[in-house]
Nanobody
Framework: QVHLVESGGGLVQPGGSLRLSCAAS????????MGWYRQTPGKQRELVAR???????NYADSAKGRFTISRDNAKNTVYLQMNSLKFEDTAVYSC??????????????WGQGTQVTVSS
């Protein structure tokens, strides 16, 4: 079992910054990638940013230049630094982790989600 704990969401004014964190725990042998996704009512969940164990990253076009994803492999933790936030960044942000369990089975796990609201 893999458990993800997210933190860092909240209310911020346009132009402000937030930092999201997601820590994975459980019977994890290795993590291949960790990422952040977001969803608003009536829309499909979309990728915001993703980072592999080797440090390769990819971002949604809307996040490029404003958001930075990073990870601490020793702590199985991923971060999302969000700067220059816009109204349209308002969403529930969820962490995703994929890798290998100690039982040598692949896994993909999702966090419970954290609300980010950009409002004046």
């Amino acid at each position: 079992q893999v458990h993800l704990v997210e933190s860092g969401g909240g209310l911020v004014q346009p132009g402000g910054s937030l930092r999201l964190s997601c820590a994975a725990s459980g019977s994890i042998l290795s993590i291949r990638a960790m990422g952040w996704y977001r969803q608003t009512p009536g829309k499909q969940r979309e990728l915001v940013a993703r980072i592999t164990s080797g440090g390769s990253t990819n971002y949604a076009d809307s996040a490029k230049g404003r958001f930075t994803i990073s990870r601490d492999n020793a702590k199985n933790t991923v971060y999302l630094q969000m700067n220059s936030l816009k109204f349209e960044d308002t969403a529930v942000y969820s962490c995703s982790t994929e890798g290998l369990l100690a039982t040598l089975k692949d896994f993909i796990s999702w966090g419970q989600g954290t609300q980010v609201t950009v409002s004046s």
